[in-house]
């Protein structure tokens, strides 16, 4: 739960309440099995696409009642959703060039059980005018960590690592951001098969083992490692086929030396990108880090290690959760949407112009009538609307509003 302000141009977000709600037992397996080409079922998608947008309505009340405040006083929710499938490079499909990605949790239910406002489908837009889609939180980080004195890196530890690159005193259009490579991703997916645990607490099980050089050497000579930015990957890319991989290349080392050796990747290719496609031109002062591969501590020290004597500090530093930042940029993406204001920067996604990202799904309250639905928010939504018809208008382009 996010307050924002802005004045004078400048954008301040401040976090008042946050809170972790697990996935039942037994989803998470059963939304990666649906995520994968030849397991997947699309009536399951179809189904979960409803589920998960009541799980998380079910959340956001919860995370009302913990903050203490009514529903009622929340303008916007910007949902992120979960991702199923990305495919960021355009494929001719009859005749067509399919560029797409796709998030399950939909924002209409969400919108219609908790009666907020709601965002969501964030990528689609930046895809539909050739970009990746990603990543998008290089907005949020030129908005609230620029700095004009310093330049820095802001490595997000996700199920992807993905930097952004804020120079000092530049301007947003500068900024410069893409996905290095996997982070938790292949770490989680072997503490998962070697050792039946969801991740590897804290590093303990890649410190006692030893990174095995041949295994290392053929990680780091996967092609998307030499494609030059903007770029973007995902599941799609490194997840079970990359995973199933590491465990045939790797066939008799320890199961210690299998998650140390995927720990090093994550590290060395942060640090590797980090050297092709930055260090060239921009030479940063210092590191900010966030994510959940934050609390890995052994991959904290590798990455300390290669980037030395950068400083590589947790977000924390800077008085934002080193968990919820990506929660936080949604919620500031969600606010740009319903102000009408293009928030992917083409610089990092590669799309051909700035574009306004989201979808905005609007409730009904169940206890007023229709004719009585919250008129402080449809006056917002009114006003939304002329702010995007002078957008659109500014870019001379014809728009159709659905």
């Not at 004045?7 to 397996?29: D, K, N, Q």
């Not at 005193?169 to 490579?181: E, H, I, P, Y």
């Not at 009585?372 to 917002?380: E, L, M, V």
Request: aromatic share 6%; glycine share 8%; charged share 20%.
């Amino acid at each position: 739960l996010v307050r924002i302000s802005e004045r004078s141009g400048a954008t301040t977000g401040r976090e008042i309440a946050s809170l972790h709600r697990s996935y039942p037992r037994g989803l998470r397996e059963y939304i990666l099995h649906n995520s994968l080409p030849g397991s997947s079922s699309v009536d399951v998608i179809t189904r979960l696409n409803a589920a998960l947008g009541q799980f998380f309505a079910e959340t956001v009340v919860r995370l009302a009642r913990r903050a203490g405040i009514s529903l009622s006083s929340i303008d916007v929710i910007g949902s992120h959703g979960q991702t199923v499938h990305h495919l960021p490079d355009a494929r001719p499909l009859f005749g067509l060039a399919s560029r797409s990605t796709l998030q399950i949790g939909d924002p209409s239910v969400i919108a219609q059980h908790t009666g907020v406002i709601t965002v969501g489908d964030f990528r689609t837009a930046d895809m539909a005018v050739g970009g990746q889609g990603a990543p998008l939180v290089p907005y949020l980080d030129a908005l609230l960590f620029r700095s004009p004195s310093r330049s820095r890196l802001l490595l997000n530890l996700g199920g992807i690592a993905n930097f952004t690159v804020v120079p000092a005193a530049t301007k947003r259009q500068k900024v410069r951001a893409f996905d290095t490579g996997p982070a938790n991703m292949v770490i989680d997916a072997l503490a998962e098969r070697l050792f039946g645990v969801p991740f590897d607490r804290g590093g303990r099980r890649a410190r006692s083992g030893t990174a095995v050089p041949t295994l290392l050497r053929w990680m780091m000579s996967h092609p998307y490692l030499d494609r030059r930015p903007p770029k973007s990957t995902g599941r799609e890319v490194f997840g079970a086929m990359f995973v199933d991989g590491i465990l045939r290349r790797g066939r008799g080392a320890q199961p210690e030396d299998l998650i140390a050796t995927a720990t090093e990747f994550t590290a060395f290719s942060v640090f590797d990108q980090y050297r092709r496609f930055v260090r060239p031109t921009v030479r940063c002062d210092e590191m900010l880090v966030s994510g959940g591969g934050a609390h890995n501590r052994f991959l904290m020290q590798r990455l300390q290690a290669h980037f030395a004597p950068l400083p590589v500090r947790l977000i924390a530093a800077e008085g934002f959760s080193v968990d919820t930042k990506e929660a936080i940029l949604f919620a500031v993406l969600a606010r740009a949407t319903v102000l009408g204001r293009p928030a992917n920067l083409p610089s990092v996604t590669g799309a051909a112009r700035p574009v306004i990202l989201g979808k905005i799904c609007v409730p009904c309250r169940p206890f007023v009538s229709p004719e009585a639905c919250d008129q402080r928010k449809a006056r917002h939504i009114a006003d939304s609307a002329r702010d995007r018809h002078r957008v659109w208008h500014r870019h001379s382009r014809p728009a159709l509003l659905c």
